[in-house]
């Protein structure tokens, strides 16, 4: 069975980011980059699924510039056999990301798609259930356990007031949450092996996918800030302090 | 035209989520239309017909909506949505599953978790964690909206006098089964409707520990959150998490109990009137947010708070 992971190059989690100062956007030079990590996550349960003897493939994708062959070469150092680089200067939306990986679903037939249920920088959490909507499949979002028998996917997904199954017929997508799984760490010798592995190029132009978008960023501010208040002595006071000044209890 | 909301419901009532997203429809303007979708939902779209502001409700009531099963009701939605202005759901978890299913169905984009309206094709969305706040423009002739709850007032549930019809749409996909579910079972508030809400983090050191905050919680009718430390960590199950992949929190007061304050369990409550911060390291970064900070061991402070409440 073949498995499709498409990855996205983000912002490393631990910078904090700074809004430009003409408000057009985030600033992203010289800020370390790294694969986003639902994306780590949904490399990393392909792997276990391949591990188990379920999975016999897996392809590692990605929508972006040439600099994001780093982090498919990552995720080929982790477990992934070959990777897909649709090549594009634009900052694709999710719904052309979803197209794109649509006509990479038509050309590779994976039995499963498990991807990240957001990335960390856009924060849109819509690319894999758009591209389920697409490709006609079912989809388990936001998994928090994945298992594959019989033809069929069940997937127990985290919602709001706790954890529901469901079962999908395959193929199917999976979007991943983060007790998923713990995601290794890539070795060395895995590193060095991972370079020799096959990392194909397509322009977006050949899978005839445009990556225009319908929204228009107008500006990009800083949130409203928070100030420090007062620190309180005992609880005692806290308590006064709430009930008195604040007037929350 | 006009603009569809989808209702999250439990058959009888229309959940309190749904209400800020009508006032998000009231901001953009235009005729109001609520979809009900369920089995044996009848009730729950006699209450959406009450809510203030409310034009129409549909209520599609089949078998095949029971356990809201995103193939089936993006296939719904994306139909009886057509022609929409706007198609207006919570960011919940139960919005962000089937949502952008709807928008791809109809071929447009999705403009995820809204803050703010700022005209009927201008909103404001934060990104990267809350960290920046994007205004975007969409000129899609439907707009496909997930609604952050936390940005907007509830409207009234009462004083309107809508009608009901039955939408008699049968989307069955087939390609998914509801197997089961485990939901959390509690009397106290839900999370992200309490006016007061108590998290405690990694400085809790195990479950058992929680149940001091139980106890203060009870005391106040608050509800009790949890940072990711302390979920990962197997102390209280994930849907108790507040935090950037957790839930959004915007009460009265939050306080934050052994919890540091990286950035992700921030972007998930600053948006609170007030917060309380109790950790006994002084640098922790949860004191550059918080209104009142108090410096001390949590295991005497909390028993302490539990006395004088």
Known sequence: MKVLVPIKRVVDYNVKVRVKADNSGVDLANVKMAMNPFCEIAVEEAVRLKEKGVVTEIIAVTIGNKAAQEQLRTAMALGADRSILVETEEDAQPLAIAKALKALVDKESPDLVILGKQAIDGDNSQTGQMLAALAGMPQGTFASEVNVADGKVKVTREIDGGLQTVELSLPAVVTTDLRLNEPRYASLPNIMKAKKKPLEVISAADLGVSFASSTKTLKVEPPAERSAGIKVASVAELVEKLKNEAKVI | MGILVY???????????????????????????????????????????????????????????????????????????????????????????????????????????????????????????????????????????????????????????????????????????????????????????????????????????????????????????????????????????????????????????????????????????????????????????????????????????????
């Open chain 2, 7 to 309: 209702a999250e419901h439990d058959n009888n009532s229309i959940k309190g989520a749904t209400l800020n997203v009508i006032t998000a429809a009231k901001a953009i303007g235009g005729d109001i239309t609520v979809l009900v979708a369920g089995s044996g939902c009848g009730a729950a779209a006699e209450a959406a017909a009450k809510i203030d502001g409310v034009s129409k409700v549909l209520c599609a009531d089949n078998a095949a909506y029971e356990h809201q099963l995103a193939e089936n009701v993006a296939a719904l939605v994306a139909e009886a949505g057509k022609g929409s202005s706007h198609i207006l759901a919570a960011a919940t978890t139960t919005g962000k599953n089937f949502m952008p299913r709807v928008a791809a169905l109809l071929d447009v984009e999705q403009i995820s978790e809204i803050v703010a309206v700022e005209s009927a094709d201008t909103f404001k969305r934060p990104i990267y964690a809350g960290n920046a706040i994007a205004t975007v423009q969409n000129s899609d002739s439907t707009k496909v909206i997930t609604v952050r709850t936390t940005g907007f007032d509830a409207a009234a549930a009462e004083g309107g006098s809508a009608s009901v019809e039955a939408l008699d749409v049968a989307k069955d996909e087939g390609k998914s089964a509801f197997v089961g579910e485990e939901l959390a079972k509690s009397d106290r508030p839900e999370l992200t409707a309490a006016k007061i809400v108590i998290s405690g983090g990694r400085g809790m050191q195990n479950g058992d520990n929680f149940e001091m905050l139980y106890k203060v919680a009870d005391k106040l009718g608050a509800a009790v959150g949890a940072s990711r430390a302390a979920v990962d960590a197997g102390f209280v199950p994930n849907d108790m998490q507040v935090g950037q992949t957790g839930k959004i929190v915007a009460p009265d007061l939050y306080v934050a109990v052994g919890i540091s304050g990286a950035i992700q369990h921030l972007a998930g409550m600053k948006d609170s009137k007030v917060i309380v911060a109790i950790n006994k390291d002084e640098e922790a970064p949860i004191f550059q947010v918080a209104d009142y900070g108090l410096v001390a061991d949590l295991f005497d402070a909390v028993p302490e708070l539990d006395s004088l409440v």
